[in-house]
């Protein structure tokens, strides 16, 4: 052990100092209370500005959450969409077979979730929290909307929801929309140049080309006219649905005769009234016109049923 030695004048030689228990103990303290300090000042230092391994990959992980409920919410906006698109076919569905409006659904619309940049702002509970009232939003529209359906299913199987006497098709081939016309509404008189009503809706097409009934029924007339309408055929379907299809040129059905859907009853022409070959057609309820655009339901997807009403809309003038 090394000893503390002093100059002693009055021995002239070194002589050993002897220390201080308490002071020895002070001094040692001293270290302890030192090594703490920088000990702390050490951890703060590392803490602040270094992650250790685990912290790197919790940061990671929750990273990694906030990105997948970012998609998840995305998932969830696309999912609303598609109730919205069911929601208004059952709407249509409702009005044009049930002659009725829809039940009404008391389901809370959501508005759509958080952005990934609103998402950030959050901690992950509220995130959690977030989605979970989102998804039970969704689940409830759906619960709503598959009992409606089923409603519908039940009805459509009783013996008297005949569905097949609903005119649902369009009358000819038009899958890429193009030969739609002016529908029902004012619009300009192809020879008087003056608007007028137009009671159905144009399809133009080549002379000679087919024209199907659009549901089942009986031909109630087939006739064959120079004027107005020209050559011209009306099926009753026995449910308060009438459908007409005018300026015909060759007439394949009798009067009294049984048509299915989708059966070829005509061929497009330019007889009576009629500026160019095209297909008028109309479809009525009770005697009452109403518009054919809201009953091709069964050949017309949604997206498409927007673009036919544009274009129908955008027809200023009729071709009879």
Known sequence: MNHRYKYSHEHLDFVKVKRNTWLKLGRYFLYFIGSIALAVCYYIVFTTFFNTPEERGLLRESKLLKEHYAALNEKFDQ??????????RDRQIYQTIFKADPLSVNVMQT???AHYSEIELLDNSDIVKMTNKHLQSINERVKVKTN??????NQLTKEDADYLTIPAI??????????????????????????????????IAAAGEDVMATADGKVTMANRSFRDYGNQVVIDHGNGYT???????????????????????ATVGNSGSSMAPHLHYEVLKDGEY?????????DVSPDNHYKMVQLASNSGQSLD
Not at 79 to 87: A, G, H, P, S, Y
Not at 172 to 184: C, E, K, P, V, Y
Not at 247 to 260: A, P, R, T, Y
Not at 290 to 298: E, Q, S, Y
């Open 290 to 298: 109403k518009d054919p655009l809201n009953f091709f339901f069964i």
């Open 79 to 88: 999912l609303e969409v598609v109730l919205n698109d069911i929601e208004q």
């Open 170 to 203: 369009q009358p000819i081939r038009n899958n890429d929309l193009s030969r739609t016309g002016a529908s029902i509404g004012m619009r300009i008189h192809p020879f008087y140049k003056v608007p007028r009503l137009h009671t159905g809706i144009d399809f």
């Open 111 to 113: 508005s759509g979730m």
């Open 243 to 265: 459908t007409v299809y005018a300026h015909l040129e060759d007439i394949n059905v009798k009067v009294g005769q049984s048509v299915k859907r989708g059966q070829v009853i």
């Open 148 to 153: 409606l359906l089923n409603i519908i299913f």
